[in-house]
């Protein structure tokens, strides 16, 4: 048996080593960037499975203290609704590699304005918009969104105009390429045919007015934190949800670092990681949330700070409740409709 294997693995070396040497001739590098080209255009033309019920995409759950994820973005899907809660650095990557479907991409509905939520409403933009999104892209946000929208498309009204004219107006008309805006607060709710998204006041001044956001579906519901310290109104709104993606600090990992930075006189470090402590809401501040709701599962997305190590990532589960889990990007959350259902699929 020892033999074969040894047989086996040689044999296995001998082919990997042909198989790169093959790639030094132009006739296969031809014939393999064919076949992979040929793959990705089925798939982008397969889609994603779309059973009824409430879909949840993690394109991002990094916060600005940490590298390696995508910044915030949750994506919410239904067989007829897509939507985007926030959307930070990477995500337009995450999503693209997800193959969600862009071009029917409805709205994307932000938190508040802090850059690691807003830094790529341009590119999912732009990818809806050259997939054939139908109707100009809305964004949804709290009081300074018109602000925000204004500037994103007076910076890149020169590429929309590149674009357009490159491509044609036929292929790429002017006004779907323009961001619009609708200013939302607390007392919103939005109606999409069986989905339904209502907001609530968030705590993370200065960044005020900051919301969150409760998603219903037949039956189902989520609830989007954005950033935020748990309060009152974060118990009313996760009230009997079924899920509930919240951002989370570990105050040991920061405090920890911060009083590093303080020892190795990186001052301004130092006071910036303190001062991060004060809104977001802490890993033990969301464990005691769950005595006090019923919720039927909680997942810790914008790390604070980003765990960069296997060490780092037990921080965020100690003292974990069984109906609690770390998201990671690329995950998938699966709520069937008129069920008590609740998959989590990991990447």
């Not at 189902?220 to 996760?238: K, L, M």
């Not at 990532?313 to 998201?327: C, I, M, S, W």
Request: hydrophobic letters at 40%; aromatic letters at 8%; glycine letters at 8%.
């Amino acid at each position: 048996m020892k033999k074969f294997l040894l047989y086996l693995v040689a044999a296995l070396i001998i082919l990997s080593a042909l198989l790169r040497y093959s790639l030094e001739f132009e006739g296969m590098q031809d014939t393999a960037q064919d076949q992979m080209v040929r793959a990705l255009m089925r798939q982008n033309t397969g889609g994603i499975p779309n059973p009824d019920g409430l879909r949840v995409f993690m394109c991002g759950t990094a916060s600005p203290l940490g590298l390696g994820r995508a910044q915030a973005c949750v994506a919410i899907l239904t067989p007829s609704h897509f939507y985007l809660i926030d959307v930070g650095a990477g995500a337009a990557e995450e999503i693209q590699r997800a193959n969600l479907p862009v071009q029917r991409l409805q709205g994307v509905l932000l938190t508040h304005f802090h850059s690691d939520h807003i830094a790529e409403l341009y590119e999912v933009n732009l990818a809806s918009w050259v997939r054939g999104r139908p109707e100009p892209l809305k964004i949804f946000g709290p009081k300074g969104v018109r602000a925000v929208v204004k500037g994103i498309n007076d910076t890149y009204a020169l590429d929309r105009g590149y674009r357009m004219t490159h491509h044609g107006e036929e292929l790429l008309p002017e006004h779907l390429g323009i961001l619009r805006h609708e200013t939302i607060d607390e007392a919103t709710v939005l109606e999409d045919g069986d989905l339904s998204i209502k907001a609530y006041i968030a705590e993370h001044h200065p960044a005020s007015p900051a919301l969150g956001y409760r998603v219903e579906y037949r039956g189902r519901s989520v609830v989007i934190s954005g950033d935020s310290n748990v309060t009152p109104v974060t118990a009313i709104a996760s009230q009997g949800a079924d899920l509930l993606l919240h951002d989370a600090l570990s105050l040991p990992l920061v405090t920890g670092m911060a009083e590093a930075a303080e020892q190795a006189e990186l001052t301004r470090l130092s006071k910036i990681l303190y001062d991060v402590t004060d809104y977001h809401a802490s890993v033990q501040s969301l464990i005691e949330l769950n005595d006090k709701v019923d919720i039927g599962m909680v997942g810790y997305y914008h790390l604070v700070p980003v765990p960069a190590t296997i060490v780092q990532r037990k921080f965020f589960e100690r003292n974990l409740p069984d109906n609690y889990v770390v998201t990671d990007d690329g995950d998938w959350f699966e709520l069937p409709s008129n069920s008590d259902e609740i998959k989590h699929i990991r990447p």
